[in-house]
């Protein structure tokens, strides 16, 4: 069964796992010490900025738990979307690991505005009073959207105005950046991002994230976070492996582009139909769209996906690397096919 229902489902690009075979080449110092890692930070280093710290996890939640530590106290507060994946998606790890609080800014589209972020800005030094320290935004949002150059900078600089610090969740970074038609270094480093987390599983890596520190005292003592954190790899080589695969010879952006350009494929086909509507702009490689409630399980028989709002009859499609224009096309005919029944 071909999925819609997330990249995450998708396969390993094979580029990904030659470079994992190729890793796998006799012994190799442990925990980061390796040639592989260290060429591959200094890969990071390259493509974002020489300033980065750059320190792998497993997974993407650890990224943002872990990534945001760095600048959390317990009595301060990360402002996000509504909707952002550490506040909807992480069982409560941020709550629980980070000791903080997350203040919410509703939002329709993903993305949430310096306006909506005033409303939370007030008790500043009254200690009756939790203390915002981070706004936090996900590049691509969780609807789907995608953030221009001038909002992102726009919310860090009001970030660093502030005080402030300004976090990416960058699950679906490349994705963004094949939208906008940037490099991560304009869409990252010129916009003033001082934390990322980048993903890569959702775009053909096995497994494994990065933390990319943009200002170097916030890694002080970060290693022992990260090993407290239980995210520190013995066999660190075979992470760092995917991402210098990753970076390298455009891969990154080739494999983000293709799952756009299949998204707007769907998009473009789905929206010829009398009985669906897209409800966001398909900017990355996710689609929105509202269809007839009867169709939903007839169509999930044969393909898996999410509902995104039972109450609205609202479906998310997701497209990957590794789709394909058949695979679209035998959905959108199995999509009219449940319809007309």
Known sequence: MRSFASDNNSGVHADILR????????????YGDDEITQRTIKKFKEVLSSQVEVFFTFTGTAANVLGLSAAIRPYNAVICSELAHINVDECGAPEKFLNAKLITVPTIDGKITVEGVKKH???FGDQHHVQPSVISVSQVTEMGTVYTLEELKVLADYAHSNNL????DGARLA???????????????????DILSFGGTKNGLMFGEAIVFFKPELS????????QGMQLASKMRYVAAQFEAYLSNDLCYRTAAHANRMAQLLAEEVAKIPEVAITQKVQANGIFAIIPQRAIAKLQKEYFFHVWDEDRSEVRWMTSFDTTENDIKDFVEALKKVLAK
């Open 220 to 227: 002080n003592g970060f290693k022992f976070i990260r090993k």
């Open 121 to 123: 800005m007030h008790g």
């Open 19 to 30: 470079a994992i075979e190729s890793a796998n080449q006799g012994h190799a110092i442990a």
């Open 175 to 193: 994705n963004a950046a094949v939208s906008l038609g940037k490099t991560f270094k304009e869409m990252v480093s010129g916009t003033g991002v």
């Open 165 to 168: 610090l300004f976090h990416v």
